[in-house]
C-alpha cells in the first residue's frame, strides 16, 4: 500500500500573519474576517494572528517576503483584490503580484497562501468574498493550516 502524506487542519501552537491590501478593502476586508475566523476555528489563539495591512496588491509580495524574513510565523497568508477595470493596469498587477508570491513561496522554509481575488467585475469579486458563495479569504487559510502540517511532515 502506499504511503499517504496529507497536511492536517490543525492550527494549535501556530502564528500566522495575514498581508492584506487597502486598496479594495470593502472587498479584503472580508477576506481578512473571514480567514480570521477559520483559522481561530482550527485552535489559532487570536494573539497568534498579526493583520499587516499595506496599500495596494503590488505591496503584498514585498511586505510578504519581510515577514518570511523574520522567522516568527509558521505561515504567510496573503490578501487581496483586483478588479480590472477600463485600463490595462489590471492585467499587470494580477499577473506581477501572482508571479512575486509564487517566486517567494518557492524559497521560503514557510509556507505562503494565495489569497488574491482577481476578477473581471466589481459582482464575481463580492461572489468570491463570501456574499454568495465561497470565501477566498477561508480558502487561504485552511490551505495555510494544511501546509505548515505538511511541511514538518516531508521535512
Known amino acids: 500500500m502506499a504511503n499517504l502524506i496529507k497536511g492536517k487542519l490543525d492550527g494549535k501552537n501556530k502564528k500566522f500573519c495575514l498581508v492584506a491590501s487597502e486598496f479594495?478593502?470593502?472587498?479584503?476586508?472580508?477576506?481578512v474576517d473571514s480567514a480570521i475566523d477559520t483559522?481561530?476555528?482550527?485552535?489559532?489563539?487570536?494573539?497568534?494572528?498579526?493583520?499587516?495591512?499595506?496599500?495596494?496588491?503590488f505591496e503584498i509580495?514585498?511586505?510578504?517576503?519581510k515577514i518570511v524574513d523574520k522567522k516568527q510565523y509558521s505561515a504567510v497568508i496573503c490578501l487581496g483584490a483586483v478588479i480590472k477595470g477600463e485600463t490595462s493596469h489590471y492585467n499587470y498587477?494580477?499577473?506581477?503580484?501572482?508571479?512575486s508570491i509564487a517566486n517567494i513561496s518557492i524559497s521560503s522554509p514557510i509556507p505562503i497562501s494565495y489569497g488574491i481575488i482577481t476578477a473581471d467585475t466589481l459582482e464575481q469579486a463580492i461572489?468570491?468574498?463570501?456574499?454568495?458563495?465561497?470565501?477566498?479569504?477561508?480558502?487561504?487559510?485552511?490551505?495555510?493550516?494544511?501546509?505548515?502540517?505538511?511541511y514538518k511532515s516531508v521535512s
Not at 509580495?61 to 517576503?65: G, H, I, N, T
Open 127 to 150: 461572489q468570491r468574498a463570501g456574499a454568495k458563495g465561497e470565501n477566498r479569504g477561508r480558502q487561504a487559510a485552511l490551505t495555510a493550516l494544511q501546509m505548515v502540517d505538511l
Open 24 to 31: 479594495n478593502d470593502f472587498i479584503t476586508s472580508r477576506l
Open 39 to 57: 483559522l481561530e476555528k482550527h485552535q489559532v489563539k487570536n494573539t497568534d494572528i498579526t493583520i499587516v495591512w499595506v496599500p495596494g496588491a
Open 61 to 65: 509580495p514585498l511586505v510578504a517576503k
Open 93 to 99: 498587477i494580477s499577473s506581477e503580484v501572482t508571479k
